[in-house]
C-alpha cells in the first residue's frame, strides 16, 4: 500500500522525496517538530488538541528564529488529509519544519514543513516502567530554549534513552541543571505524596507539555490538589506512586527508579484514575472539540 507524506505544498509518496544534505537541520539539528495524536471517537476521526499543538509549532519557529509562517487551520486540515490518504485514524502525526542551506551557522530565509504520520500502539505496551535516574541532565536553558520543541534539543534525550536501556531500564529519569526532577527523555513527569499530585514546576528548566496541562486541568476538575514544584531526586522515590505523560505515550505509570519500587499498586493510584480521565477525553467521552 502507497504512504503519503505532505512536503513542499503537495501529497507525495513517501518513497519519492529527499532531504536536502545542505540543509541546516540536517547539519545542526536547527528544526522543530511537534507530535500529535488521533482517535477514532463517536464523533469520527479526531486530532486531539489539534489547534494547541499547531500553534506550539509556530511558537517553536519564533523562538528560535526559523521565519516560517502557515495558517494553523490549513495545516489542521492537511493533517486530516493527510490521515485519509493513509488509511489511518488511530495515528501518530508529526509535522516537522526545516530550514535551507547554509554552512555559515546564520539563520536563512528558508524553512519548509514536512507532515508524516503512522499507526501507534501503545508506549512500552502500556506495562508500568521501570526506569533510573540519568546521568545525563537537561539542557540547561541557558543554552537552548526548553520550551520549545527543537530537533537539535533532543540528541540529550536520544544519550539519556540509550544510556538507560543499555542498563535494562525502559525509560531514564532526567534532572535539571539544578539537581531537581524534570523530565523524561520525551514526557512530562508526576508522582503522587498523600493523595495530592505533584509535577516539577512550569518554568524554564521544562518542556510543560499539552498533556501535562490537560492532566493538571482534569485533576483539578476532580478537585484534587495539584503542586506545581523543585522536586529532589529522593522525594520523587518516596512518592506513593509516579506516572509520565506526553501525546505519543499519553499516561504511563512508573513502576520504579532506580529499583525502588513505589508503595502503592499504580491501578488504586491518582494516576491511574487520570489515564482513564484522560482517555475519556481523547475519546471525546468527557467533552467534544469542533473538527476542522
Known sequence: MKKYIYTKGEFVESTSTGIDIFSQSVHYGFGVFEGLRSYVTDNGVKIFKAKEHFERLMQSCEKIGIPFK?????????????????????????????TGRGMDLKINDIADITIMAWEWDFYNG????NTCISSHRRLSPKTSPIDAKITGNYINSIIATTEATNDGYDDAIQLDERGFIAETPGAN???EKDGKIYTPASSEYILAGITRSTL????????IEVIEKDITPEEFKDADSAFLCSTAAEVVGIGSVDNVRFRLNFEDSVGAMLQRAYKKLVLDKLSYEVII
Open 70 to 98: 502557515r495558517d494553523i487551520y490549513e495545516l489542521i486540515r492537511i493533517s486530516y488529509r493527510l490521515l485519509e490518504l493513509n488509511k489511518l485514524d488511530n495515528a501518530y502525526i508529526r509535522p516537522l519544519v526545516t
Open 126 to 129: 502500556n506495562k508500568l516502567l
Open 189 to 191: 513527569l508526576f508522582c
Open 216 to 223: 493538571i486541568q482534569i485533576a483539578r476538575s476532580f478537585e
